[in-house]
């Protein structure tokens, strides 16, 4: 394990290595140098403080905005100028802050959209019904129907997405995301607005989405989530990185700690020890 | 030169018409981002109320000054236009402000048809001929006798566009409204929550857009010699062609849009002609210069595509720089 | 409608119920015919009608880009075939080669129109396409000088009927005791395409294609984030609704026999898109309704508004046409105050639109 700060390797175990990442709105240094990496297999923690950068940075990986400088290397080629729908096609699926569903249409149909991607297909195939055509059809709504037994909101396959509980909603975004059959599932802030007992399962399914062989990027405000499931976490604040490591190391970090607290809260404890 | 700059004056008259009208677009737009899709119409319906009261007043032989019946055409017609303003936000936007964007799109398109053909039920289904009461002088800019001149009317046009444009500015950046419309249009919620009564403040935008629009209505019919209940389709899809230019929602931009489209109209319809002239590669072709031979004027875009020049501006603006000339500079916008 | 077509439901209820709508449509133009031949050419123009109003609904009910220049397409498909297969060039294509080309050539305009205008704002891209209809038609209109393309203003007359070797669809034959004339011809002809549209149009929506456009409807950020490559599946939207006009347009020239740019009017855009919107954005059964509505509007006003006004007042004060088209002005603004997800409205858009207000 490389200790905290460490300039990312372009080892065979990494998946996704971000490498001097800026990003400037107006007067706004958004992310400044940010250089990281997250290995396969892992759960990788994404906090900071409000503002720190991290939805720009979730935006810049996905192809939303191009960063100034510096790219990102996943799965072994690089991410440069690709448009979101290039990114989501090579394997990286995302969540967003403030659930974007396609509230009009039934759960189902939402996590079929995302089969989009790894499905062919067209205009001919969609008129003529060919049988190619109505196997994949069939195809897709079975791993919808199966993705949303596995995130838990099989029941509610029929109902339109709006009429979803909120936590429903947050897992239905989850689904619709895995649908794309992602190899890195980046999720912001996916326990916003749920209670101890969602987050305990959210915490669960994360858990098992791990297991089953897709990495994560998780933004998350939830310490308590954070710290009991993420392998190593990287910490930003203002844009740029102030820490990076396992999660028991950067809580212990002095510059994550005045960043959470405020530089003179953390001057005075030091001048009281 | 003098065919120049007697289009150059052509297209600043017609351009500061068009200011004038894409200010009515361009304040409505700022404060609802909305296309106020019938506010052609309500242009439509300034010059046939005007139409009316000349008419009248010329018919009965009032012993007015010429100007003054075109004035009490013109006092007649906004307070009409302010009505209609007014009712068309009222009854049709209002209750639709938080609709998706296409809804009050089409019900703006439903106000144009009917209040044409209201109109046309009125007034006629054929051109009426604005009475010339006011006679036009010619006055000559150049030496040459035959050369560029510019009317009094067209010196009218002007003058009363600047001076609305002036009292428009003064009223959106110097009066306790101007602030409240500004703020409104920067978010409405928190412009409530500052105690701005924020309907109010729609509705007088419309209202202040239906004013300048009945104005540019009796100009219109005044330069032209003419009102259709057809007239303000075209007029006020060119408008919000300048209001786009000029960087829609910013209102000196409406202006400089309108001028800028005015005068591309008139240079363009003025040149256009000539460009494409295909005699000028006469010795190219054999089969060219026999034509050329009989007709020097084998041309291949004529002034009758002038009014495809709005629409050729309004799709190259909307696709290289949707922000207009002047961009949307938030700060601005009323 | 649903119920009818239901087979699995009620199967024998639904087959029952769909021979007997069938046998209806198939005996309908010689009811028609007996109360004169213009109610058989009355309702092939409906029938055309619909056509424009389900390929429109492909660009704004399924994809939700508002386009208001679509008669455009449906120009260009009219004088694609007029000029190949009239007098005027004296080109005299078969309608089974110049329909295609017709669709190419609206398809291609359409693509030229979207790929530079696909990623404005919605209220713009209408205000966009609205601007292309015109440019459209003033070309028509002057494409005479220098070189006679289009005839200008007068139009192209004496366009070809479709034609199948000595089969020509102008002439009356007898079959079977029965007379066919030359709309009721047509209307066959017609009724035939008419499902076909009908049919892709229901399988585009239940297909990956559909869904896409769906997604991209309600939410482009996110349908884009899911990996669909939103430009294409909107340019697909646009080429294909413009296709659908490009043959509709082929048809018209053909029937009709003679077309002008004054059949392409802005006029004609809105009203295809008010059928879309009458009878419900993205519900095709709603949208087959609202076309047929508005297309037979003027026809039943003209026979109750003459003499209903002249009973009243002794004289016609105002023409049905002008009554029709403050009707519609005033069915547009109604609806989408009142109803805004149209007559029949499909099950997700009725939805969409009432969450929002």
Redesign the interface.
């Given at each position: 394990m490389s200790a905290p700060g460490t300039a990312p390797q372009a080892d065979a175990g990494v998946l996704l290595a971000g490498r001097g990442i800026n990003k400037r709105f107006g007067g706004v240094q958004a992310l400044s140098d940010v250089s990281f990496a997250i290995r396969k297999g892992e759960i990788y923690g994404l906090i900071g403080p409000n503002g720190a950068g991290k939805t720009s940075l979730f935006n810049v990986l996905t192809g939303i905005y191009t960063p100034d400088s510096g790219n990102f290397v996943f799965d072994g080629a690089p991410l440069d100028g690709l448009k979101p729908n290039e990114v989501a096609k090579r394997g990286i699926a995302r969540t967003f802050q403030n659930i974007r569903l396609f509230a009009n249409l039934s759960a189902l149909e939402n996590v079929m959209i995302g089969r989009h991607v790894r499905t062919r297909a067209g205009v001919f195939g969609a008129m003529l019904r060919n049988p190619a055509t109505l196997d994949e059809e069939r195809a897709i709504e079975r791993r919808a129907f199966e993705l949303l037994e596995y995130v838990g909101v099989g029941r509610r396959a029929n109902d339109l997405a709006r009429h979803l509980p909120y936590g429903d909603q947050r897992r239905l975004e989850i689904a619709r995301a895995l649908a794309t059959d992602p190899k890195l599932l980046a999720l912001d802030e996916p326990a916003a607005g749920m209670n101890a007992t969602e987050t305990e399962s959210l915490k669960g399914l994360l858990e098992r989405i791990r297991g089953d062989g897709t990495t994560i990027l998780l933004i998350e405000h939830d310490m308590k989530l954070v710290m009991s499931v993420c392998d190593r976490v990287l910490v930003l604040d203002y844009g740029k990185k102030i820490a990076e490591g396992t999660a028991g190391a950067v809580q212990e970090d002095p510059a994550v700690i005045s960043a959470y607290l405020g530089g003179d809260v953390a001057l005075n404890l030091k001048g009281a020890a | 030169m003098d065919i120049f700059i007697q289009q150059l004056i052509n297209g600043v008259t017609l351009g500061s018409v068009y200011a004038i009208v894409a200010l009515g677009y361009t304040m409505v737009y700022g404060i609802i981002q909305l296309i106020n899709f019938a506010h052609g119409e309500v242009v439509m319906i300034g010059a046939m109320v005007a139409y009316s009261v000349i008419v009248a007043l010329a018919g009965a032989g009032a012993p007015l000054p010429p100007l003054a019946i075109v004035l009490a055409g013109a006092l007649v017609a906004i307070p009409v236009c302010m009505a209609v303003g007014f009712t068309l936000e009222r009854v049709a936007y209002r209750p639709l402000r938080r609709a998706p964007r296409l809804a009050p799109l089409i019900t703006a398109i439903g106000l144009s048809i009917i209040l044409q053909h209201l109109a046309m039920i009125v007034w006629s289904r054929n051109p009426l001929p604005y009475p010339q009461i006011v006679k036009s002088v010619s006055y000559h800019l150049t030496g040459n006798p035959n050369g560029a001149t510019i009317t009094n009317v067209q010196i009218a046009i002007l003058a009363v566009s600047v001076a609305m444009m002036a009292g428009l500015m003064a009223l959106v950046y110097k009066t306790r409204l101007g602030i409240a419309m500004r703020a409104t249009a920067q978010n409405q919620a928190v412009a409530g929550l500052m105690g701005i009564d924020v309907n109010k403040v729609i509705a007088l935008t419309f209202v202040i857009a239906g004013g300048l629009g009945s104005v540019a209505g009796v100009m219109v019919g005044t330069y032209y010699g003419i009102a259709h209940y057809q007239m303000g389709f075209l007029l006020g899809l060119k408008a919000f062609s300048a209001a786009v230019l000029g960087g829609i929602g910013n209102l000196a931009g409406a202006m400089l849009g309108g001028m800028l489209l005015g005068i591309i109209e008139a240079l363009g319809a003025g040149y256009v002609g000539d460009l494409t002239n295909l005699c000028h590669f006469a010795d190219w072709s054999e089969a060219l210069a026999q034509r050329c031979a009989v007709d020097p004027n084998v041309v291949l875009f004529g002034s009758n595509y002038q009014d495809v020049f709005a629409f050729i501006v309004l799709i190259l603006v909307l696709v290289f720089r949707p922000s207009g000339l002047l961009g949307e500079r938030v700060a601005d916008r009323a | 409608m649903r119920a009818i077509l239901d087979t699995k439901g009620n199967p024998k209820l639904a087959w029952a119920g769909l021979a007997l709508v069938g046998i209806a449509l198939l005996v309908l133009p010689f009811a028609l015919a007996a109360m004169g031949t213009a109610w058989v050419r009355i309702t092939n123009l409906a029938i055309l009608f619909v056509f424009l109003a389900l390929g429109l609904n492909i660009v704004v009910g399924f994809a939700g880009l508002?386009d208001?220049g679509y008669i455009a397409f449906y120009a260009v498909g009219a004088y694609v075939y007029a000029l190949l297969a009239s007098p005027h060039f004296n080109i005299h294509l078969p309608f089974w080669v110049i329909l295609p080309i017709g669709a190419a050539v609206a398809c291609m305009f359409g693509v030229l129109l979207g790929a530079?205008?696909l990623k404005?704002?919605?209220?713009?891209l209408?205000?966009?396409t609205?601007?292309?209809g015109?440019?459209i038609r003033?070309?028509l209109?002057?494409l005479s000088?220098?070189v006679n393309i289009t005839n200008g203003p007068q139009g192209v007359t004496l366009i070809d009927p479709f034609r199948i070797g000595p089969f020509s669809f102008r002439d009356t034959e007898a079959f079977l005791g029965l007379a066919f004339s030359g709309p009721i011809k047509y209307y066959y002809f017609l009724l035939v395409v008419l499902l076909a549209i009908i049919v892709?149009n229901l399988?585009?929506q239940d297909?990956?294609?559909?869904?896409?456009w769906?997604?991209i409807r309600?939410?482009e950020?996110?349908?884009?984030?899911?990996?669909?490559?939103?430009r294409n599946m909107k340019l697909?939207a646009f080429a294909?609704g413009a296709s659908f006009g490009g043959i509709a347009g082929g048809m018209f020239s053909a029937i009709q026999g003679f077309i002008s740019p004054e059949s392409f009017i802005?006029?004609e855009s809105?009203m295809v898109?008010a059928m879309v919107?009458l009878g419900g954005m993205g519900n095709v059964w709603g949208v087959i309704v609202g076309a047929l509505l508005l297309s037979f509007a003027p026809e039943v006003l003209r026979y109750t508004v003459e003499p209903v006004q002249q009973a009243l007042f002794g004289r016609m004060l105002?023409e049905p046409e002008?009554i029709r088209?403050?009707l519609?002005?005033?069915?547009?603004?109604l609806?989408?105050?009142f109803r805004?997800a149209g007559l029949l409205p499909s099950a997700?858009?009725k939805?969409?639109?009432e969450?929002?207000?």
């Open positions: - | - | 508002l208001l530079p205008t404005l704002r919605g209220d713009y209408a205000i966009v609205l601007g292309f015109e440019i003033i070309f209109n002057n000088q220098p892709i399988r585009l297909s990956r294609i559909g869904r896409a769906e997604a309600e939410d950020v996110a349908a884009r984030a899911m990996g669909i490559n939103t697909l294909m802005l006029l809105i898109l919107v105002v002008v088209m403050l519609f002005g005033f069915a547009l603004v609806m989408m105050l805004p997700t858009r939805r969409e639109l969450v929002r207000r």
